[in-house]
T-cell receptor, first 112, second 115 residues
Framework: DARVTQTPRHKVTEMGQEVTMRCQPI?????VFWYRQTMMQGLELLAY????????DSGMPKDRFSAEMPDATLATLKIQPSEPRDSAVYFC??????????FGEGSRLTVL | AQSVTQPDIHITVSEGASLELRCNYS??????LFWYVQSPGQGLQLLLK??????LVQGIKGFEAEFKRSQSSFNLRKPSVHWSDAAEYFC?????????????FGKGTHLIIQP
């Protein structure tokens, strides 16, 4: 049963610490997306990749967020330094074109 | 730029009653439209999608949606809801260029089922 896998599922950290979230997309999918979900803003697109190349990261605060795909089986989202306003659920999703996306279960981040 | 509006933040429906969740989109060309469902603590699961053709599309769990271009709407319906349908529902749109730009989601509608 193919699915998107995200780690960690939960992370509690202190302000100023580095946070790295990882995503394993579904094998064969060529697009990977990072979304952030909060009560106030809903689902926001942070960044996305096609064939491992970053296409758009305009949704990310550039000074502290970075997204990479070191290989086809791993996507990372890093926050350095983290701030309390970064507390949210971060979702990774992958797709093979045509718009349909498959979501992971999310990484819930709490920054104290 | 594309956008999605879900006018209802919360909807309460009695178990066994019919359901309609509203979705309006804004997009300059032919959109691809989706409905996703999110249970607490879970990711989003695709319910159904519209790309082209028949404007009434069937999805999983007994859901259907109708695309109305004249009204820029893609409302989700179910004839009889079950308690397990309680969840957050998201409408989403993407350009028909192949989905390379990512889905734009509405704010979601929280569905509450009364016994």
């Amino acid at each position: 049963d193919a699915r998107v896998t995200q780690t960690p599922r939960h992370k509690v950290t202190e302000m100023g610490q580095e946070v790295t979230m990882r995503c394993q997309p579904i094998l064969g999918h060529n697009t990977v997306f990072w979304y952030r979900q909060t009560m106030m803003q809903g689902l926001e697109l942070l960044a996305y990749f096609r064939n491992r190349a970053p296409l758009d990261d305009s949704g990310m605060p550039k000074d502290r967020f970075s997204a990479e795909m070191p290989d086809a089986t791993l996507a990372t989202l890093k926050i350095q330094p983290s701030e309390p306003r970064d507390s949210a659920v971060y979702f990774c999703a992958s797709g093979s074109g045509g718009g349909e996306l498959f979501f992971g279960e999310g990484s819930r981040l709490t920054v104290l | 730029a594309q956008s999605v509006t879900q006018p209802d933040i919360h909807i309460t429906v009695s178990e066994g009653a019919s359901l309609e969740l509203r979705c309006n989109y804004s997009y300059g060309a032919t959109p691809y439209l989706f409905w996703y469902v999110q249970s607490p603590g879970q990711g989003l699961q695709l319910l159904l999608k519209y790309f082209s053709g028949d404007t009434l599309v069937q999805g999983i769990k007994g859901f259907e949606a109708e695309f109305k271009r004249s009204q820029s709407s893609f409302n989700l319906r179910k004839p009889s809801v079950h308690w397990s349908d309680a969840a957050e529902y998201f409408c989403a749109v993407v350009g028909s260029g192949g989905g390379a730009d990512g889905l734009t989601f509405g704010k979601g509608t929280h569905l509450i089922i009364q016994p």
